[in-house]
Each structure stands twice: as C-alpha cells, then as structure tokens.
C-alpha cells in the first residue's frame, strides 16, 4: 500500500540535525521541518525528501518544501499542501510540558500503513507521552535498549518503562 508524504516539524530547545546555540546567548527555540516520501529506505523507515531547521516554523517549513520538491525522489504531488496534524510527542506525561515534535501528512491522515520514525536522541529522551490526531489512533514504541515494540491506542499519557525512552515510532491508523 503506498502511504502519502509526511512532514515533521520539531520544535526544541536543543541542539537537532547540526542546529548550535552560541554557548553566551540562552537557547532559543528550534523549529525543525522534515518532509519524507511515501518509500522507506532498507532499513524500513520513510526516506526523507526535506528538512530544514530555523527559528519559525513558517521558514523551515518553506525550506524543507523547496527541498522536497527539488529531490529526485519526491512525487509529482510533493508541492501540495502540508496542512494534517498527525501526532505530537510531549515532554511531560499527561501531554504536559510542551511539544517536542509534531508530525504532519501532506496528503491527509493516517491510513492502515502507518509511518515508521526514528527520533532524534534529544527528542527520544525527553518524551513522556503522545497524542494522535485525525485518524492516527495507534501507536508502537521502541526503546533505545531493546528489540521490544509496544503498541497502545492514543492518547498516550503515561508511558511507562519507554517515558524518556524512545527511540522508534510508528504512527497509523488502528
């Protein structure tokens, strides 16, 4: 089943994909866009067509679209709308603390297939629980030290052993 283009924005105050802070200035915040295909690579995750990070989402967001849309790899349709909020992943339990990364479908909501993703180390260490939107009801953790995959319907707002734990998410429709 082919799924649609996906687009991630981040937001964080840490460093994410070679973002630096000067070490004089307090952090201000990142925000992140990551556009990726409907493929996955070998090792089973979607393959990313954009990113870009900046201090507004509206630039990243630009940036990672122009990007897509310049690689070999992305479909006829990447310039469409990036509009669907699929999932966010908080820093505090009880969707608490601020959102650490949001997730985006190009084409609409999740669908049976689902997206499979890997957080950045910093990301994957501060989440404590998730929310789902639109038809993105089910999700399945992966912990940093394990092979075990976890599956729970959404919200997510305690996450046990895999709170600050969280290496890879797959997001679909249950």
Known sequence: MKRSPLLTITAAAFVVAG???ASAAPPSTTYCAEILSNEVDAQGFSIVLGTSCSTS???A???A???ADNSALAPQESAAAASTLLMNEYRDSYLGGGVLYS???AYGTCDSAGYRLRNYWDVGHSVSSIQGNGNCNFVTL???DSDVDVSWYL???AMGSFDNNTEIVRIKRG
Do not use: R
Request: charged share 20%; aromatic share 14%.
């Open 19 to 21: 973002a630096s802070t």
């Open 57 to 59: 989402p509206e630039a």
């Open 61 to 63: 967001l630009s940036t």
């Open 65 to 67: 679209d122009a990007e």
């Open 103 to 105: 997730y985006y479908g």
């Open 142 to 144: 992966q912990k940093y």
């Open 155 to 157: 919200p997510l707002n």
